[in-house]
Each structure stands twice: as structure tokens, then as C-alpha cells.
């Protein structure tokens, strides 16, 4: 595809509600990830993906928190009971491998509001 | 663990200044370094990179020195335009398969 693409692009919920994000990679990259970026800070990682498999999921901030991929493409956020500190902009990247000098690409961001 | 320490702002300058933003980091082995900018509304857009000690990654006029005795990697731009308004953020990426950044920079060019 031409780029990353993630939907909703917007997404305003109810505190105690599950919410789905999702990701579309830049066809052919391997390596996906997922990052947060609360309003005035800087990004925080979540997790990442080779392939299919997640071998490090220490960011994950909750075990609210879980991520899947599947046929390593599209990969999907999900987030249980949300509560208001989840609120942020939630950033898919991808890369064609997971090797340091690989560039992220990223998408455009999900803007979750939990009220 | 690795950490990237960005010059805090916001930055207000008037076009056709001289910029710097500056960024240190502390990470095992030889990371890879980048800066990415995010203008308004937009996504997060790699600006440039560096991937070895004493590179010089360019783009758009903007640069940024690899310098590995001083764990720097300074983002410089001779002559700013209203344009490069945005939020600038360094990163890096060593043995973690993730990027590391900075808290990020917000630029403002005035007319």
C-alpha cells in the first residue's frame, strides 16, 4: 500500500468500554509496532511484531492491553475497560525488518478519548 | 536502559534564522539515530538519519551529525521558514527492536 493506515481515525468512548484499533502496514514490512503518545508528551512504546509473533510485549501498559497480527499485515489494538488515562494517540508504524537501521513508517494515529 | 534527552521548548523564531535543537542519548552498543517531525495535523514523518558514528544525515536543509564521543546528534537548519513549524522529536534504536524518543521540540517560525 502507499502508507500506513489506521482506523477510526478518531475514537470517543465510555470509561469501562472495550475499544479496537486497527493497523494496516506498508505491504511486504515484516515488522509492525505500536506506540502512545499522550497530549504534550513524547511517543511510548507498546509493543511490537515480527511476522505474527510479539516477541516483546513489556510495553504494554495493563494487561487491559493486547495486540494481535495475522498474516502479517493487518494487526489490531485492543483495550479492555478502558479508563481515562488511556486517552491519548494511539501510532502504528511498520518497517521492512526489525534490524536498527531500518526506518519506521507511520501512520496517521487513532485519537482515543475515553470520557 | 536507552534514553534520549531533546533541548526542551517551544522555539520561536523569525524565518531565515539560524536553528538547533539539541538531543543526547544513552544507549548500549552503536544505535541507529533519527530525528522525525510532525507538522500540524499530520503524522509523524522521518526528517533524517543516521546510522554510524560521524554520519551526517540531510534533508530539506536540515542536518544532524552522528557524534559518538559526545552522544549527540543535533538537528541544525541554516535558514528557517514558516513552513518548518512543527514538533521535532529525535529517537534512536539500539539493541531494542523499538524506537526511543525524545519528549519532542515544538517550533514556531514567525514571518
Known amino acids: 500500500g502507499a502508507g500506513v493506515s489506521q482506523s477510526p481515525s478518531n475514537k470517543v468512548t465510555e470509561k469501562g468500554k472495550d475499544v479496537e484499533l486497527r493497523c494496516d502496514p506498508i505491504?511486504?514490512?515484516?515488522?509492525l509496532y505500536w506506540y502512545r503518545q499522550r497530549l504534550g508528551q513524547g511517543l511510548e512504546f507498546l509493543i511490537y511484531?515480527?511476522?505474527?509473533?510479539?516477541?516483546?510485549k513489556s510495553g504494554l501498559p495493563s494487561d487491559r492491553f493486547s495486540a494481535e497480527r495475522t498474516g502479517e499485515s493487518v494487526s489490531t489494538l485492543t483495550i479492555q475497560r478502558t479508563q481515562q488515562e488511556d486517552s491519548a494517540v494511539y501510532l502504528c508504524?511498520?518497517?521492512?525488518?526489525?534490524?536498527?537501521?531500518?526506518?519506521?513508517?507511520f501512520g496517521p494515529g487513532t485519537r482515543l478519548t475515553v470520557l | 536502559g536507552d534514553s534520549v534527552t531533546q533541548m526542551e521548548g517551544p522555539v520561536t523564531l523569525s524565518e531565515e534564522a539560524f536553528l538547533t535543537i539539541n538531543c543526547t542519548y544513552t544507549?548500549?552498543?552503536?544505535?541507529?539515530l533519527f530525528w522525525y517531525v510532525q507538522y500540524p495535523g499530520e503524522g509523524l514523518q522521518l526528517l533524517l538519519k543516521?546510522?554510524?558514528?560521524?554520519d551526517k544525515g540531510s534533508n530539506k536543509g536540515f542536518e544532524a551529525t552522528y557524534r559518538k564521543e559526545t552522544t549527540s546528534f543535533h538537528l541544525e537548519k541554516g535558514s528557517v521558514q514558516v513552513s518548518d513549524s512543527a514538533v521535532y522529536f529525535c529517537?534512536?534504536?539500539?539493541?531494542?527492536?523499538?524506537?526511543?524518543f525524545g519528549s519532542g521540540t515544538q517550533l514556531t517560525v514567525l514571518p
Open positions: 511484531f515480527q511476522g505474527n509473533s510479539a516477541p516483546d
Open positions: 505491504s511486504g514490512h515484516t515488522a
Open positions: 543516521a546510522t554510524k558514528a560521524d
Open positions: 544507549a548500549t552498543g552503536y544505535p541507529s
Open positions: 508504524a511498520s518497517s521492512l525488518q526489525v534490524v536498527s537501521t531500518d526506518t519506521q513508517y
Open positions: 529517537a534512536l534504536k539500539g539493541s531494542a527492536r523499538q524506537l526511543t
